[in-house]
């Protein structure tokens, strides 16, 4: 399967399976390939060359590389972030990450997930609406941090070369610019 090839979402999760390893490449371009350890101080978003190139990348650049695959089949579609909140201060960068980035798909008036960077849920799933979708999603990852609240945000691109405290402060900033909508109106 090559990116020419992808006419469907099933395409793209054979591509996926075929070409995308979960991982990532570190500040001093280190591979990680399943393996988290020191994730918080050495990681780097990668551009979607850079995912293509290396053939690895978390659940962040996974999902942009969906969606932009999405997008080029002309399927519309979101990204979002579920996470235990961490404010602009957080420093704790022994913590293991506690972030899940996933994409949504809308065709034929039902509402879709495509899971690979999770391998324990690689695979397409329906829904009948966003809301249900989300709900379903963040709770299968609240029940992960034993009942620990998760916001869930609707997050647009992924800039190259921000670190994990970087991506945080961007989700983070989301979320704040949707409260500051929502109290002026």
């Known amino acids: 399967m090559t990116i020419e090839n992808i006419k469907t979402p099933n395409d793209i999760l054979d591509f996926m399976n075929e070409h995308i390893k979960y991982g990532w490449i570190d500040v001093d371009n280190e591979e990680h ?23 690895l990348g978390t659940c962040i650049e996974q999902v942009y590389l969906m969606s932009m ?11 979002f972030c ?25 065709l034929n008036g039902k509402v879709y997930q495509i899971e690979h960077p999770n391998w324990e849920r690689i695979g397409i799933y329906e829904f009948d609406s966003e809301e249900a979708a989300i709900a379903e999603i963040n709770d299968y990852y609240v ?20 670190s994990f405290k970087d991506f945080n402060l961007y989700i983070n900033s989301l979320d704040e610019d949707k409260e500051k909508s929502v109290s002026f109106s």
């Open 82 to 106: 579920t996470r235990i909140y961490e404010g602009k201060d957080f420093n704790n960068l022994e913590e293991e990450e506690h972030m899940h980035c996933f994409v949504l798909y809308y």
């Open 69 to 79: 695959l999405l997008s080029k089949i002309n399927i519309p579609n979101k990204m």
């Open 33 to 55: 390939i399943n393996n988290m350890k020191n994730f918080r101080k050495l990681y780097r978003t990668m551009s979607i060359d850079e995912t293509l190139k290396y053939c």
């Open 143 to 162: 029940k992960m941090a034993q009942g620990k609240s998760r916001p869930v945000t609707e997050f647009f691109e992924v800039v190259p070369n921000m």
